[in-house]
């Protein structure tokens, strides 16, 4: 509860900021939203993209993916494989 203070996120991607009253605002989307939009644009707007696997292994990369996969499935599309990987690797060969 923020007691009537205005609170503006200007980072925060997480969904729950949703839930933290009347006098939050956030200026970025959440992830939720973002990773909807972004399988609508990577499998139906750009290049068609049906297949997908690679995850990055944090709390943001693992949101977006959720979503992501989520979206893809419900219009067709197939997540083939759902890895998180480490973002400051220099070798994703086992990755792939």
């Known amino acids: 509860m923020t007691k ?3 609170q503006i996120s ?7 900021v949703r839930e933290l009253g009347l006098y939050s605002f956030s ?3 959440l992830d939720d939203f973002l990773g909807k939009y972004q399988a ?5 707007d750009s290049s068609r993209i049906e297949r997908w696997g690679m995850v990055i292994d944090s709390a943001y990369g693992i949101a977006i993916g959720n979503a992501m ?3 893809i499935e419900a219009y ?7 890895v998180k990987y480490e973002p400051d690797k220099t ?3 086992a990755e792939l």
């Open 4 to 6: 009537g203070v205005i």
């Open 69 to 71: 996969k989520k979206e």
């Open 40 to 44: 609508r644009f990577a499998i139906y």
């Open 91 to 93: 070798d994703y060969q």
């Open 10 to 16: 200007t980072s925060s991607t997480s969904p729950p």
């Open 76 to 82: 067709g599309g197939e997540v083939v494989s759902y």
């Open 27 to 29: 200026v970025v989307g």
